[in-house]
């Protein structure tokens, strides 16, 4: 996905008494949650017709960035609810002293934490501009301003001081937005400070675990699939790892040697549709912030002519009939020694939500799509929010991995 269309869903994040981090005393295992209103927004912006262009473009800034511009005790819980907007998820953050709402996309693609997209930044008694020029392009968007300190409140019982923030000044492409926080990789935040172009930003992640809030350096992620408006279907876990939001085990791989895809939570897999090898063993990313799952232009080639589905210029997306649908076969996406699976259910964009992205209410579309380059480039997959709310993703700064697993919802008849 891109920066108007960004995920999330709830955050379920350990805390504790640090300096700069703030709590209210609750039992160790109780949850706080705040709901969040849900609004289809599906707006593309500017330059992008449809979502598979906008995510193409996304993966086009990623593809862009090699190694020398990369762009236990006392801890206790609270959760913040956020709900699926057709092809995004938000937030509200409080920012300042006191807190003024924003509502943010939440993104494993970029690391920047920054408002001032909709809603304009209030500065309080907290706010301390540090001097710093800011600037980040998305490829789909790109904001630039100031970058200040302030406190972060993701949560009643969950408060960061000293964050670091970006306050924008201009931003292009977000509709409906106040900005991102971003959690991928911190070295993502490298030169995109000025005049300290060496020095990387924190994230709300790295400042969690620095200052002893969480128990673990990493983020896990759960979605359901939704085909419904105002579903709470997500967690965001900081510092753990929620046991009931996954079956069976955890399967862990190392970030991928190979550039660009190292420098983001990149991993290497290999795709098969059916018995049909579709892409060999190569490297991409996990990206909750890219909205469908993107294959190099030669394996979709392969997977467009096995399914039969054509091309559809209001949506951007596969079209295929319902006899097409009905021969559907499963996308097998084998990551170190397992296989997760897309069944031909999950393979579709929910019906339901047709209309949202320019489609005709009773069409199949597949949510598959071209990113836009052939194979062995170095980033020849992007699995998206239409894999990952098919699995629990995990984010392990510390141990430089991404974990995968099988959830209830894996094989669900949802579409």
């Known amino acids: 996905m891109f920066p108007t269309k960004s995920l999330l869903s709830l955050l379920f994040i350990a805390v504790s008494l640090a300096s700069d981090v703030t709590a209210i005393p609750t039992p160790r295992d109780s949850k706080a949650t705040l709901t969040f209103a849900r609004r289809f927004n599906i707006s593309v912006g500017d330059g992008f017709p449809n979502i598979a262009d906008a995510d193409r473009a996304r993966a086009k800034n990623f593809q862009s ?119 991928g990789p911190v070295d993502l935040t490298i030169g995109t400070l000025s005049p300290s172009t060496s020095q990387t930003i924190p994230t709300v992640t790295d400042n969690l675990f620095s200052k002893g809030a969480i128990r673990e350096h990493l983020v896990s992620v759960a979605y359901a699939p939704t085909i419904a408006e105002g579903v709470q279907n997500g967690e965001l876990t900081f510092g753990g790892i929620d046991l009931t939001r996954f079956v069976g085990e955890i399967t862990f791989v190392p970030i991928t040697q190979t550039s660009p895809a190292s420098n983001f939570w990149g991993i290497d897999q290999s795709i098969t549709y059916g018995s049909t090898p579709i892409l060999s063993s190569t490297a991409g990313i996990v990206d909750t912030g890219t909205t469908l799952t993107l294959i190099a232009s030669d394996a979709f080639a392969t997977y467009q002519k096995a399914t039969g589905g054509v091309p559809d210029s209001a949506t951007g997306l596969l079209k295929i009939t319902s006899a097409q649908y009905s021969a559907l076969r499963d996308l097998h996406f084998k990551v170190g020694p397992r296989t997760f699976s897309l069944t031909p259910n999950a393979q579709i964009w929910p019906r339901a939500l047709n209309t949202f992205i320019g489609g005709t209410a009773d069409s199949i579309y597949l949510i598959v799509a071209d990113i836009g380059t052939p194979s062995g480039q170095g980033l020849d997959f992007i699995n998206g929010y239409t894999f990952l709310e098919r699995f629990y993703s995990v984010y392990d700064t510390a141990n430089k991995r991404v974990g995968l697993a099988a959830t209830c919802q894996t094989d669900a008849w949802t579409n």
Do not use: C, M
């Not at 000044?169 to 959690?183: E, Y």
């Open 65 to 183: 960035l090699g190694p020398a511009n990369k762009g236990g005790q006392n801890k206790r819980a609270a959760s913040i609810l956020a709900t699926n907007q057709a092809a995004s998820y938000t937030v509200d953050v409080g920012i300042g002293t006191p807190p003024t709402k924003y509502t943010l996309l939440i993104d494993t693609g970029s690391s920047n934490t920054w408002v001032g997209a909709g809603k304009a930044y209030v500065p309080t008694r907290s706010s301390k501009d540090t001097g710093e020029k800011v600037t980040v392009s998305y490829g789909s968007g790109s904001f630039s301003g100031e970058e200040f300190t302030d406190t972060v409140t993701l949560s009643p019982h969950l408060v960061i001081a000293k964050q670091s923030i970006g306050v924008a000044s201009t931003s292009k492409g977000f509709q409906n937005v106040d900005g991102i926080i971003g959690i």
